[in-house]
């Protein structure tokens, strides 16, 4: 899991600033959404996630965006901390019955301490 | 409670030989998922099994199959490899279906890295 994509979005934060990752789906039918963090060498680890009856969630240091007029999704993260350098996804699956997860491209934070 | 298992964790396999990954999900977890994860594609759906049953499957050709036992551990094959197939392979795990309308949560293991030579 150390190599997601060689033109991965990069964001490069300093240690205690907010950081901002933003997401973009395509399928307007999509029902439930779900931020992952992946850490080299590890698989994708769940952050939060989003059901689309809802604009706004919020976990420990974490809150996800749902504009569902403009298919767009934002992970905030308050005080990034340097443990929070990572790759993350946004990802869509159907709400209820099985999984097919699509994820995103993924995007890199950096934090600087 | 133990994670997300898979076995083994690297593997190198030429061009034409076939493949067998294993996948032990957390105690309890009905669903398994796998995925592929590279550079140029990012982390796409192969399929999914529930109780045995594939339930959803992913735009990936015959090559890649699966299945999964009663004990919910799962297998997927990939035969006649190809260059391209040279891939990290994600195992997830979730108790969804499991009668519990909240457990979405998927967790996922560490991955099998393989190399076709």
């Known amino acids: 899991g150390e190599s997601v994509g060689l033109h991965l979005p990069t964001l490069s934060v300093q240690e205690g600033d907010n950081s901002i990752i933003n997401c973009a789906y395509s399928n307007s039918a999509s029902d439930y959404f779900i931020w992952y963090k992946q850490e080299s060498g590890k698989g994708p680890q769940f952050i939060i996630d989003i059901r689309s009856n ?4 919020q976990g420990q240091r974490v809150t996800v965006l749902l504009n569902k007029t403009v298919k767009h999704l934002s992970l905030q993260i308050a005080a990034t901390q340097p443990g929070d350098s990572a790759v993350y996804f946004c990802a ?3 709400l209820f019955g099985g999984f097919k997860t699509i994820f995103g491209a993924g995007t890199r934070l950096f934090v600087k301490a | ?3 997300v298992t898979q076995t083994p964790r690297y593997l190198i396999k030429t061009r034409g030989q076939q493949v067998t990954l294993s996948c032990s999900p957390i105690s309890g977890h009905r669903s398994v998922s796998w995925y592929q ?3 140029g594609q990012g982390l796409q759906f192969l399929f999914e099994y529930f109780s045995e049953t594939q339930r959803n499957k992913g735009n990936f050709p015959g090559r890649f199959s699966g299945r999964q036992f009663s004990n919910s551990r799962s ?4 035969s006649t490899l190809e260059l391209g197939d040279s891939a990290l392979y994600l195992c997830a795990s979730s ?10 949560e998927q967790f996922f293991g560490p991955g099998t890295r393989l190399t076709v030579l």
């Open chain 2, 37 to 39: 994860q590279t550079p």
């Open chain 1, 54 to 57: 809802m604009d706004k969630r």
């Open chain 2, 75 to 78: 297998e997927m094959n990939v």
């Open chain 1, 92 to 94: 869509e699956s159907p």
């Open chain 2, 95 to 104: 108790l969804r279906g499991s009668g519990t309308a909240s457990h979405n």
């Open chain 2, 1 to 3: 409670k133990a994670g």
